[in-house]
Structures are given as structure tokens and as C-alpha cells.
């Protein structure tokens, strides 16, 4: 099932190129949309017979005329995978030339929830001089709570997936410093379930910044896949059904600048685009 947020924190179900409007389904309440998903995730067992039963009598709209929002508004965390790829830890250590990036050594990093934006929103750059680059990744969002679970069990903990962008600021600070400003995740298109996903590291994943091809990678090439990350994540804290994981991003990071439109496509699961531009106070 593709679940989406759009039109001011409508609940939708996604078929083909229609969206249905299921929010009166599932008491779903638009002025809480973080709160009505974690409620929706925890019970979607129960609730997904009726969502079924929604889609043959909901309105739809072409997905054409709807504004999507992000999936997964406001999560009480973000944790994210740095250099998660062979070729991107190679290229960030030529690059930068920075004592050994390794996830092994690194572990992850928290991104603020407040830097979440939508399909169709802008990512605005803080500064005038300095590098901003883009991350295409894979994400997902907690199904249930938690603690201490082993990779082998940690597929029935993710509820589902969807595409995301790790925008950075290239620079001394600390990492969550540096993508955390505001309007530094975007994410979308929507959530699709991981009975729709089935294998997560079988997908090839694209970015471009307008029509030029920057990243292109099959998730299988991922150093700790989505359930070791899961793992590790979940051994130093606890994971709460609607926090984000997102895995790190593949060998061809570049800049983005005023004026450019970056899109990521992620197989099986969507596309969207953002746009960028400076902060009205960028420096
Ligand atoms: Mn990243």
C-alpha cells in the first residue's frame, strides 16, 4: 500500500496514478498528522481492511492536481548512516581528506525532524559561499517500539519506505549541525509498506539535479543494510513507531545551488522533486 500526505494533512491511499482520500476510514485527524500516523502504523493490521474498504467508495483526484506533503511529518527522531557505500566512503576521504570515514567507526548521526520538507517544496541554502551538496537515500519509518533488536527480526519492525534527500553543508561543524537547518530533508513521494518493498536492498536508486544523472546505485552495494542499521540504532536507543531511519547515500554527491530542481527515484517505491534556493537571509 502507498501511503501519502497531501492537500493540508489529508490521509491518502495511492493506486496507479490516483490518490483516494481515506482520512474519514480511519478517524485520521489533519491538525495532528504525526500523532494520526503513529496511530495508524501501531494498528494497521486492524486498519488495513478498512482502508481496503475505503478505496471503493473515497473520493480520488488525479495525482496531477493534489499537493503531496511529507510522509512522515514530525518524528520524535531521524537517524541517519554517514558513508554507508564503498564508493561514497572513497569518495569522501579523497575528497575531504579526513582521518578514515567507516560506519564502523562512526555509528549514526541524528538529523533535526524540523528540516523535514515535501515533494514540490525548496530547499533553502544558508549560505552564499560555502558547498551545499546532495544525498539520495533510502529510508524507513519504525513500525514498533524498539530496544536491542537483531537484524535477523528487525524486517517486522520497519513499516514501510520511501526516498529521501541528506542535504549537507560541506564544513567543519558537527554533522547534525550541517544537515540539520531547516529544509534540509526532503522526502517523499509517500510511504509505500514493506509487503509492497519485499527486499529493500534490491532496488536501484536515482538522483538527478535538473536533467543531469548525479547518483545511481543499487541499494545492494549498502555497507550495513537497512536491519543492521536497524540493529545498531536500536542497541543505544529506543526506536518509537513513526521515527525515521535513513541508510546514507551512494558515490556521487554533488553541489546544488540557487535555482536548481533535484529529483530522486527510488525503484518500486516513487519520485519527486524539490527545488533550491537561498534562505532569504543566506550569508
Ligand atoms: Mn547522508
Known sequence: MKIAIFNHHRLGIVQQDRIFDVSDAVSWDALHPQASLERLIVSFNEWKPKLELALTHSESYPLTEVKLQAPVPKPSKILAAPVNYLNHQSEMNAKFNNAPYTIEKLGLFLKAPSSIIGPGETILLPYKDRRHDHEAELAFVIGKEAKNIKAAEAAEYIFGYFALMDITVRGEEERTWRKSFDT????????????????????????????????????????????????????????????????????????????????????????????????????
Not at 522526502?187 to 509487503?195: A, Q, R
Not at 536533467?211 to 545511481?216: C, F, G, P, Y
Not at 527545488?275 to 543566506?282: E, G, I, L, R, Y
Request: hydrophobic share 35%; glycine share 8%.
Open 184 to 283: 534540509f530533508t526532503p522526502m517523499g513521494p509517500w510511504i509505500v509498506t514493506s509487503d509492497e518493498v519485499n527486499n529493500p536492498h534490491d532496488l536501484q536508486m536515482e538522483l538527478w539535479v535538473n536533467e543531469e544523472l548525479r547518483q545511481n546505485t543499487h541499494i545492494s552495494e549498502i555497507i550495513w543494510d537497512c536491519y543492521t542499521c536497524l540493529e545498531k540504532a536500536s542497541q543505544a536507543m529506543t526506536l518509537y513507531p513513526g521515527d525515521i531511519i535513513t541508510t546514507g547515500t551512494p558515490e556521487g554527491v554533488g553541489p546544488i545551488t540557487k535555482g536548481d530542481r533535484v529529483r530522486i527515484r527510488i525503484e518500486r517505491i516513487g519520485e519527486f522533486s524539490v527545488n533550491v534556493d537561498f534562505k532569504d537571509d543566506a550569508v
